[in-house]
């Protein structure tokens, strides 16, 4: 084991502070994916700055815009069963419920859910190249056993997907980052948070040195009448997504008003086409529309040996999840 210092923060100025002073540290939250990491010796801190008792980031409170602010350390759990979230977004519950396990939904927080890493098989196998976990090394998934893997905003570099589904409704919802940072915090839009892989797969997100995810927004628009996750996988639980839809839409006298389509287990990132999204408004939700939808959606998408399959996959699902969510067919 490699031996590491354990630090209890007593506010975020203090865990910002000593994060600033030793870039070597990491902040711990609900440690579900951070210690399976240092246990497999994929990610080495020298130090754990526990960041558990910021007592600020432990609420879901009302926003002066009409939404809700989360805090980052509200677990997953509380997130998806509080009352406001379930009857104002439930597509963020649905996507929540959908991954991991009770026990894991118990302990991961708001924060660590946005900032877990990926689960690419050669990213967890130190035995073997991998340019997310030592850049410049190479990429074992693109010759290798790739069937999980991207098909859209790849690079040479790295094909990984990024594995949240919380992330997935988040992205469709719009929602926006808060973060507390000593040399001053910012509002990060999610579309601008997570980052495609180009030369530096090692970076997975846009938050700075010091930075501290403190809260998310949801906005008012809450999507509650017309929505859906879908979340295809190998298992029916405790699996990640394969291929996974949030879906959201507004409808008005039979026509889409406004629509949210966003994709998990595609990309590095949560994938949203704001061009798909504009093609369905004013256009009735069938499944000729959806399917068209798609087609945008997936016109760049690019398979590798074992994953071309999740090209048709995604279309099905979203095709399906939009007929879902207009209540035209059963999840
Ligand atoms: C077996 C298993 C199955 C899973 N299945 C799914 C699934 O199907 N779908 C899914 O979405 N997820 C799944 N997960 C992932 C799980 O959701 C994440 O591990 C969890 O959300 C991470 O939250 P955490 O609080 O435990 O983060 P931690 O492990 O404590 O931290 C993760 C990272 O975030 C950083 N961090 C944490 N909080 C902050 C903050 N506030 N500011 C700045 N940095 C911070 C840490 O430094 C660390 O780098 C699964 C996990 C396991 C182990
Ligand atoms: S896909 Fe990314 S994470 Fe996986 S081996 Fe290649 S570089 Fe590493």
């Not at 080495?44 to 432990?58: E, G, H, Q, S, V």
Request: aromatic share 8%.
């Amino acid at each position: 084991m490699t031996p590491f210092n354990y630090l209890l923060a007593k506010d975020a100025d203090e865990a910002s502070a000593l994060s600033i002073s030793n870039t070597k540290a990491k902040f711990l939250a609900g440690g579900t994916n951070l210690i399976d990491l240092m246990k497999e010796n994929v990610a080495r801190p020298d130090t754990l700055i526990d960041i558990n008792k910021l007592a600020a980031f432990k609420s879901i409170t009302e926003h002066e815009d009409g939404g809700l602010r989360l805090g980052a350390l509200v677990r997953n759990a509380d997130t998806a069963y509080d009352d406001r979230i379930q009857k104002r977004y439930p597509l963020l519950s649905q996507a929540i419920l959908a991954g991991a396990s009770a026990q894991l939904r118990n302990m991961a927080s708001n924060g660590g859910n946005l900032l877990q890493r990926t689960r690419c098989y050669y990213f967890y196998d130190t035995a073997t190249p991998c340019n997310k976990r030592e850049p410049g090394t190479g990429c074992s998934a693109l010759g290798g056993y790739n069937r999980i893997h991207a098909i859209l905003g790849t690079s040479e570099n790295c094909i990984a997907v990024f594995p949240s589904d919380m992330c997935v409704a988040l992205a469709a919802l719009g929602a926006r980052i808060n973060t507390h940072c000593v040399q001053g915090g910012r509002t990060i839009a999610f579309a601008d948070f997570h980052r495609l892989p180009g030369d530096t797969p090692d970076i997975d997100n846009n938050l700075r040195t010091g930075e501290l995810i403190t809260s998310i927004d949801l906005p008012a628009e809450s999507f509650n009448s017309h929505y859906s996750y879908l979340k295809l996988r190998d298992r029916t639980s405790y699996a990640f997504a394969l291929v996974s839809v949030a879906t959201a839409l507004s409808l008005k006298d039979g026509l889409i008003t406004d629509a949210r389509l966003a994709l998990g287990g595609l990309a590095h990132k949560p994938w949203r086409n704001t061009q798909a999204e504009d093609f369905l408004k004013n256009k009735e939700p069938n499944a000729k529309n959806f399917s068209d939808a798609a087609d945008i959606i997936l016109q760049e998408a690019r398979g590798y040996e074992y994953n071309t399959f999740k090209i048709e996959l995604a279309k099905r699902a979203i095709i399906r999840n939009g007929l879902t969510a207009a209540n035209l067919q059963k999840l």
